[in-house]
């Protein structure tokens, strides 16, 4: 069966089509074409029209106009519709323009990039140029990093290498910053959160040398669709924008499904997610319909896959494929090839793929589960049906109260208009990190501002403490290592945790990388890693040597470990009383610590027992907000009142992408019984970030919406005790902190939905 014949068998399965709770149909789109621009290179002219490209799409010469007038400008325009020409057709003919010329692109992975420079090689050999292009990022050789600083004319590099290889040492990079006429950013949207906020102070730090070096270059941001991308781009750089959004590109028919699993039991509980998604995938693998599935997780991503594989004839298991971060870079371009030259017809990836890398022609699309923003879900979509082919993307709600309101009200992500993308540049943890990093690539003056306001008074604090050095009104950097080495964008360590297989003693072999803050619920002694279809038992972890240890095994179990987490509180900045509630926004310290860890049959998903965790705690200071209050008027057993605070707060949080429009895992909430740091009764929400960038600010401010989110789908779901589609369910994990027996924990747990209601409407009717 074709693409076309798949679709119609779908809709007309009954075991199928039952599930389909929303369709869409995005119509086929005519290009709109002009001529080409007659200012453009013969030469450039020539080449375009030997590769069949007579005419420009409309947005390709608006950004080629553009550039031509020196002017900053953004484009949006949808998933392969040619952003990449539009902005490298100007930059190759001010190259030619100008042989001494530099061009900087920044990529926010190390696989774009790479991906990027073997298209741009192309037009350099097509047009017989002798340009220097490299790629400069944390897996280039040292030889290769000495010619790159030496004779390039086209860096491609990311935030991170940008932020600790190229600016600490701008003075070897002299003859590039003389020179550099542009600067691109592609992929603007992954830029919020506090890798935005990182971002944009090394734009800052990048602002001075570039005033240092007397460049003035142009800027350009590539984005997918978000809300607000020309604040975005102003709050990134400190510059002004244009914006192209109308796109003159063609595209094919796309379908658009939401297939909600169905119930299988009496207590609300669905058919697990990615158990449909397997035998969706199945159709399409076994028809030869090139295929990618995204999932939340790397445990998620190898797990999918292995369920697949287990599904197929022989012949077809080695063409289905998992993706993710940790991968060793050979093995991760070596999946990127296979994919474009079609050896393999399926790939299981968490977010890593849903950027603009060339992974070839795919018919199909599958989100296990919404991907945590409308713009991930947007790319995730876009992978499919890249030209004017007809394809299918669909996603399959998984059994928590976001996707289940999102499977009832699917017209919400055909109508949103994307997120607006935050960040909090002035975070101060985040600003005065690099306050650090500027003063040690070039001194400050007194005088100098920074982000826009006077860094007099952070200077003197950082002399004060012997960091700085202030000598006739000037500060200098007076330590012996450079602070970037110590600061890292996405708040990860510098120093990830190997993964070493110690199967076989004659031949240890690194298979991948494990980050500081995943290391103590993916890497923990006895926990099950999962890379490739293969099943690893960690041995042994070496926090100090960030080494795990593993061996692999047959296994029908992996493991998921449960994170304890305790609060301290800061500082209360805002404070405001309404009725009987009392709502406080603040800093806390959270000190989180993985205790314990479950095992999880795989083909059940039944809990087959538990052990304990032995990692040392981790500290993140950041902001929160709360809602407490002193008490209800609602009959709550004294033991369970605690859980039943807990379940309210894990609603309100899987809402919340909804009104704080941010990722479910940007933040965190928990609920308190006398707790002794709040009223008796506490719901607290923080940023899962150090230092924080608003968004628990953003949710207290917008409680009376989130509430009534909250409080429509524990409603409209199909449960009577609670499951997770509303408020979630108890475990091991629930009974293990309550102070009831067990008894009296089986009696309350049928009216845990039931006062969990009551718990939000009271909050809801006190405000």
Known sequence: MNLAQIINFLSQDEKFNQNIVFEHTINSKEALYVDFPDSLNNDIRTVLENTGIKKLYSHQKEAFEYYQKKKNFVITTPTASGKTLSYLLPVIQDKINDKYG??????P??????????YYQKWKQIL????NMNVFDGDTSPEERRKSKKASDFILTNPDMLHSGILPHHITWKDFFNNLKTIVIDEMHIYMGIFGSHTANVFRRLNRILMHYKANPVFIFSSATIKNPLELASNLTEKEFSLIKNSGAASGEKKIIFYNPPVIDAEGTRKSAYKAACEIGELFIKNNIPIIFFTRSRIRAELLANLLRENLPKKLKKKVKSYRGGYLPLERRQIENDLREKKIMAVVSTNALELG???GMLEAVVSVGYPGSFSSLIQQFGRAGRKTDPSVAMMIGKANALDQYLMKNGNFIIEHEGEDAVINSNNLIVYMEHIKCAAYEMRFAESDIFGGVSVKEYLDYLSDNDILLKKEGYYFWMKDNYPSSNVSLRKAAQDNFLVVDISKKTN????????????????HEEAVYLQQGKYYYV???DWEKRRAEVSEINSDYYTDAHIKTNIKILSKDEIKKENKITCVWGEITVISKAHLYKKIKISTNENLGWGKIHTPEIEMHTQAAWLEFQDINIEIEKEIRGSVLTRAAYLIKQM????????VRDISSLGFYLNDQFMPYSILFFDHYPGGVGLSYKMITNIEALLDLSIESALNCVCEAGCPSCIG?????DIENSSSPNNIIDENIFAMKKKTLQILQFIRNSL
């Open 656 to 663: 919340a992408p909804l009104v704080a429009l941010c990722d």
């Open 508 to 523: 240890e072999q690194v298979i991948g990388e494990v980050d500081y803050f995943s290391a103590p619920s993916l890497i």
């Open 102 to 107: 530099k061009h900087l692109f920044i990529f």
């Open 539 to 541: 041995n042994s972890l």
């Open 128 to 131: 017989n140029k002798d340009w």
């Open 357 to 359: 890398i060339d992974i």
């Open 109 to 118: 992975t190390k696989a774009l990039s790479r991906d990027q420079l073997s």
């Open 729 to 733: 369910v108890w475990d091991i994990f």
